[in-house]
Nanobody, 116 residues
Framework: QVQLVESGGGLVQTGGSLRLSCVAS????????MGWYRQAPGKQRELVAM???????NYADSVKGRFTISRDNAKNTVYLQMNSLKPEDTGAYYC??????????WGQGTQVTVSS
């Protein structure tokens, strides 16, 4: 069973930075990509950033130039460096591990709150 554990969320002022971490454990096979999603109250969960097994990255337009996704394969960890945070970045951030076998795994989420 695959488990994802996120950390690094918190309360920060506008313009501040946070770094989220997601550690994957368990029997991990056929990884397609890992990504970060967020969900604000009353809104649908949306993709923030993703990184494929080949290292290709993709970002939501709203975070381009401010957020950076990276990974440490040796530690089975993916990171999300978030700079120049805005109040609209507030939400629960979830880590996702997608596989080529169509099984997807999610973490429990970590809250990010950006005060104005």
């Amino acid at each position: 069973q695959v488990q994802l554990v996120e950390s690094g969320g918190g309360l920060v002022q506008t313009g501040g930075s946070l770094r989220l971490s997601c550690v994957a454990s368990g029997k991990i096979f056929s990884i397609s990509y890992m990504g970060w999603y967020r969900q604000a109250p009353g809104k649908q969960r949306e993709l923030v950033a993703m990184i494929t097994i080949g290292g290709r990255t993709n970002y939501a337009d709203s975070v381009k130039g401010r957020f950076t996704i990276s990974r440490d394969n040796a530690k089975n960890t993916v990171y999300l460096q978030m700079n120049s945070l805005k109040p609209e970045d507030t939400g629960a951030y979830y880590c996702k591990l997608a596989t080529f076998t169509s099984y997807d795994y999610w973490g429990q989420g970590t809250q990010v709150t950006v005060s104005s």
